[in-house]
C-alpha cells in the first residue's frame, strides 16, 4: 500500500489552495488553483542495471482525495502529454513505486515533443547517473503567462529540473513548454 501524507500549506506564501503531498517515492507541491504542480522532488530508485521491471500497462493516471487536480479531460484533443514530473522509469523495479507515479499530482501539461524527445533523454541519463551515484532531482514548474484550458487548468510556461549527486547540485536545466528546438538536453543546460 502506497501510504500518502497530505499537509494544506498557506506557509512560505504560498496560497491556502496549495497541498504539499509526499509518499515514499516522490514529494510534490501542487496548486489546486492552477491544477498543476509546483515542485516535484525525487530519488531515482531504479537504474539501467536494475534487472527487475514492473510494466506499466494497464496504469492509468488516478486524482488524490481531497484535492483538486487536472482530469484526463485536460489531456484531451491538445498538444499536451501528461508529463510524469517523477519518471515511472525510474521507479519501474519497484510494484508500488511505479503505481505511485500515475497520479494527476504528479504529471503537468507538457508539450508532446517535449515530453517524448529531450525531456525523455534527461530523464534516461539521470538513471546512469544513478548506476553509480545517489541522485535526487528538483523539478520546479513555472508558469510566467495565464494561458489556461477551458477547464481553467494553467497550462505550464516551463520546466527547471536541478539534478543532485551524491548531495551537490550536478546540473540544472531549463526547457520552455514548446516543441524543443534542439534533440540533445545539453542545450537546455543553465548550470
Not at 22 to 46: A, G, R
Not at 71 to 81: E, G, K, L, M, R
Not at 142 to 155: D, P, V
Request: one cysteine or more; a positive charge; hydrophobic letters at 35%.
Amino acid at each position: 500500500m502506497i501510504k500518502y501524507l497530505l499537509i494544506l500549506l498557506p506557509l512560505f506564501g504560498l496560497s491556502q489552495d496549495t497541498v504539499k503531498v509526499s509518499n515514499n517515492y516522490f514529494d510534490v507541491i501542487y496548486s489546486q488553483k492552477y491544477k498543476q504542480p509546483l515542485k516535484v522532488t525525487y530519488s531515482v530508485l531504479c537504474n539501467q542495471k536494475d534487472s527487475t521491471k514492473y510494466s506499466r500497462v494497464g496504469l492509468t493516471f488516478k486524482g488524490y482525495k481531497g484535492v483538486i487536480t487536472s482530469t484526463d479531460a485536460d489531456y484531451i484533443n491538445n498538444n499536451f502529454d501528461k508529463g510524469h514530473l517523477a519518471p515511472a522509469e525510474d521507479f519501474d523495479c519497484d510494484s508500488l513505486g511505479i503505481i505511485s507515479t500515475f497520479t494527476y499530482l504528479n504529471c503537468a501539461l507538457q508539450h508532446y515533443l517535449l515530453n517524448r524527445g529531450v525531456w525523455k533523454s534527461l530523464e534516461e541519463f539521470e538513471r546512469k547517473l544513478s548506476i553509480n551515484n545517489t541522485i535526487r532531482v528538483e523539478v520546479i514548474i513555472e508558469f510566467k503567462t495565464n494561458k489556461r484550458l477551458k477547464s481553467g487548468t494553467l497550462i505550464p510556461s516551463g520546466f527547471t529540473k536541478t539534478i543532485y549527486m551524491n548531495g551537490k547540485v550536478f546540473h540544472s536545466y531549463y526547457f520552455p513548454n514548446i516543441a524543443p528546438k534542439y534533440k540533445a538536453f545539453t542545450h537546455y543546460q543553465i548550470t
